[in-house]
């Protein structure tokens, strides 16, 4: 199962209930420049800024949404959207961490869409294969 988590792209960290982490995937030590001996059984607290989630969870909800504040090796802060929730991770009542990197970008596709229908340019997105997945306004008229 662990060969599993280390497969997928987001970042997967598990803590357990005294706060010592007892596993992250590969994409988490990948792009935090950490390797395995150098962060399992450290102090969750040593890697993260303010996590106070101990006494929050229970393994009956659907976890907390929150944007974390990760540590790199290097002491660089990364901003990773997160959900933290009490699973089973070994037989162990465990925190689960599953995250990814948080885009601070302050527009969305509708915006993106709403920009490219109101320009005096004809604008198309294909495929690989030819087929059409947007075309804007001045385009569609032609």
């Known amino acids: 199962m662990l060969s599993i988590y280390n497969k997928i792209s987001e970042y997967i960290i598990v803590v357990n209930l005294e706060g010592e982490i007892i ?9 935090f420049n950490y390797k395995k001996d150098e962060i399992l059984n450290k102090d969750i607290r040593k890697i993260i800024n303010k996590f106070n989630y ?3 969870l229970s393994e009956d909800n659907q976890g907390i949404d929150e944007i974390l504040e990760f540590y790199t090796k290097s002491n660089e802060v990364i901003k990773v959207n997160s959900n933290i929730s009490m699973e089973n991770f070994n ?6 961490i599953i995250g990814k990197k948080n885009e601070d970008k302050p ?10 229908d109101n320009i005096d340019v004809a604008a198309f997105i294909i495929d690989k294969n030819g087929k059409y997945l947007y075309v804007n306004n001045n385009f569609s008229e032609m």
């Open 23 to 31: 596993f992250c995937n590969e994409s988490f030590l990948k792009r």
């Open 54 to 56: 101990f006494n929050e």
């Open 91 to 96: 037989n162990q009542k465990s925190i689960v």
């Open 107 to 116: 527009y969305n596709m509708d915006m993106l869409e709403d920009l490219l």
